[in-house]
């Protein structure tokens, strides 16, 4: 058995459903290792299901091109900090789905330099030039996209 299984199956013996860090570090573990399924019956057995978990099982799911099942569990996240949603949108610009990251960018409450950095390189490396143009006007005016 290797070190990291060791490790493994010592934090699920020893019980994580009650401390969610341990909890994400597991479906981390899980989810980097190409075991998505295991990573979510991970998350699934948590007693709280906290940002940090939610984060982390979403951005398990970005690498194995499931973003409707990220999105859903986006949409169930009982909170949403800036880098959730930064998350999410990495995870559509990545899939190539600029639209779906330009919606979810649009309905994104606070916007950091991350955010706007993320919208425009995406744009960019899509080929989607006005949408780039329109993200870098909206972005040095400080405001929403314009429709």
């Known amino acids: 058995m290797k070190e990291g299984e060791e490790l493994l199956c010592f934090l699920i013996k020893s019980g994580f459903r009650a401390n969610p860090f341990v909890a994400a570090t597991l479906i ?10 295991a990573a979510y019956r991970v998350f ?3 007693i709280e299901r906290n940002l940090i978990a939610c984060t982390t099982m979403i951005n398990g799911y970005i690498p194995c091109c499931d ?14 900090d800036i880098v959730l949603w930064n998350t999410m949108i990495s995870g559509y610009i990545e899939a190539g789905d600029i639209g779906r ?8 409450p606070n916007k950091d ?12 490396s899509n080929g989607a030039g006005t949408a780039c143009e329109d ?5 040095q005016k400080g405001t929403f996209f314009v429709e």
Request: proline share 2%; charged share 25%; hydrophobic share 45%.
């Open 44 to 46: 699934g057995e948590l």
């Open 67 to 80: 973003l409707v099942t990220a999105r859903r569990l986006f949409d169930l996240a009982p909170e949403r």
């Open 101 to 108: 990251a330009q919606e979810l960018f649009n309905k994104m």
């Open 113 to 124: 330099v991350m955010s706007w950095k993320t919208a425009l390189n995406g744009y960019a």
């Open 28 to 37: 981390d573990m899980q989810a980097s290792g190409e075991a998505i399924e």
């Open 135 to 139: 993200c870098l006007k909206s972005c």
